[in-house]
Structures are given as C-alpha cells and as structure tokens.
C-alpha cells in the first residue's frame, strides 16, 4: 500500500503572485477548494492509498502542495530549499513532520534551491530532475551524491510549467507521458533517450495540469479537462478518475502537487 503526505487547505488562499497562474485579483474559493481537496483525499482513500496529514499552518497558504515538501527515498528525506520567500517558513513544519515520523533528515547545501517532488520525479532507474523557474542545476548533483541514482537534469523553459510535475508524469512500467514544449531541446532528447515509450499530450490539455497527476500502480488520478489523454491511457489499460481541481490550478498546482509519497521510492 502506498503512503502519502497531504496537507488540509484550512489557510489555502491566493495571497501572493510566485508564478503565472496566480494572482491575487482571482482568488480561490474557500469552500469549493475545501470540497475539492476533500474529493481528491476521498478519491486516494478509496484507491487504498494510506494519507498521512502534516497540520496546516496559518500565513502558509501554500503549504497544501505537499510534493514540494521533499524528496523521500526508503526512510531518507531531503527537505526542499524553496526559492520563494513566501513559502521558505514552510520548511521547518514539514521536516519536523517528518522527523517526528522516523525519517532521517538529509541536508542540501543552503546555497541550492530545491523543490522536492515537484522537481524531482523516478521514472525507471533514473530520476528526472527540472531546473531553472525553481530548484537549480546544482542542487540535482548533491541528491545524486546523497542517494546515488542517477540523475536525469532537464531544463523548463515555459513558466506557465515551472516545476517537472506539471509536465512530465512517468508511469510504473517506465514509460511516461508529457508536454514536450515545456522542455528545451537538451531536455527532449535526454527524455527521449532514457523513457522508452512516451505519450505527448498537447498545450490545451497540458494547460489543466493533465500531466499532474497521482499514479497508484493502474490507477491515475488527474484533474478534469483532458479528454484526449484519458482515452489513451484507458485504451492501455489504466484507470482515469477525473477530478476538479479549478481552485487549486489559480495557485498553479493539482493532484500530484497536493501529494508527496512516503517514499517515492523503496531504495534506488
Ligand atoms: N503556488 C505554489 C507555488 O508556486 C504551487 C506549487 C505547485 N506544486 C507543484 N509541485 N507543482 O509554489
């Protein structure tokens, strides 16, 4: 059985402008994002995920998108170093978390931005890391070092895609699907070289964070509004369950960004 992280929305909000999805003119309604965090948590139950909670903390709207808490790997954590300001206070609330449940706390150098999961995604053997709206280059050098895998640096190069969840979604028989312009020419041909089979999905679909999504074995769990990907992933086998997600996407986040997994992986 799967574990994951999640965070209640009790203080989520539209507060601050730390990317192209959000401004503080559209907030986010209250309710509606309770009900819709609700259905994802349901939703993840039902596929007999185990949901751990970290409590929310008041000022720290962000802190609902749990997969930039970290990156866990068997019972190692490798807390984020956030680029923001606003989301830095974060940090010490989610490591105590997870040193409270058992985990042993591996340090980046200050100096080197890193966003967790968001940023930092297994596929296969490798593990594909994105850089430059938010963690840097540098810091995929040190979780290689501290886990020794190989690590797979890929450049974002839309804003609107700021972080590796929202467009790069590797599935557990190591293929992976995709919004290929979010990435440099480098990064493509990197992708292509290492995910043996790969699904495109195009900029309208890419646009409702279709690539951000939870993977349980068959089960994928996504935000509504991708018709297309759907059909393909069901005709190979998977299963859709299809969520709104309207408030969560005018911070610039989605299912996968409200989970983070305890581990990601087992070992690599
Ligand atoms: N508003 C948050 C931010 O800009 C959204 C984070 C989404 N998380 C993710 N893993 N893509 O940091």
Redesign the pocket.
């Known amino acids: 059985m799967r574990e994951l992280l999640l965070c209640a929305p009790d203080y989520y909000g539209i507060e601050y402008e730390?990317?192209p999805w959000?401004s503080r003119a559209r907030g986010a309604k209250t309710e509606l994002a309770k009900a819709q965090w609700q259905g994802l948590h349901k939703t993840l139950t039902s596929l007999e995920a185990k949901i751990e909670l970290v409590p929310p903390q008041p000022k720290l709207p962000?802190m609902v998108?749990t997969?930039?808490a970290g990156l866990t790997v068997g019972k190692k954590f490798i807390p984020s170093n956030f680029r923001?300001q606003e989301?830095a206070g974060e940090a010490p609330y989610f490591v105590q978390w997870m040193k409270e449940h058992g985990y042993e706390i591996l340090a980046l150098p200050e100096n080197l931005y890193f966003?967790g999961?968001?940023d930092a995604l297994f596929g296969g053997d490798a593990l594909f890391c994105g850089y430059k709206f938010?963690s840097d280059i540098q810091s995929h050098r040190a979780v290689a070092d501290m886990l020794g895998c190989l690590v797979i640096s890929v450049e974002l190069v839309d804003p609107r895609f700021?972080?590796l969840?929202?467009c790069f979604c590797p599935l557990p028989d190591g293929s992976a699907f995709w919004f290929p312009n979010a990435f440099d020419e480098y990064g493509q041909r990197a992708i292509r070289a290492h995910v043996p089979e790969l699904i495109d999905v195009d900029e309208d679909e890419a646009k409702h964070f279709s690539c951000?999504d939870v993977v349980l074995e068959r089960d994928i769990v996504l935000p509504e509004g991708a018709p297309n990907l759907v059909k393909t992933l069901t005709t190979r086998g998977y299963i859709c369950h299809e969520l709104p997600m309207s408030e969560f996407i005018k911070?610039?986040?989605a299912c996968?960004?409200l989970t983070m997994f305890l581990p990601q992986r087992e070992r690599v």
């Open positions: 730390i990317n959000m962000d998108f997969a930039n923001h989301r966003e999961e968001g938010r700021y972080h969840d929202t951000n911070a610039g986040g996968k960004c």
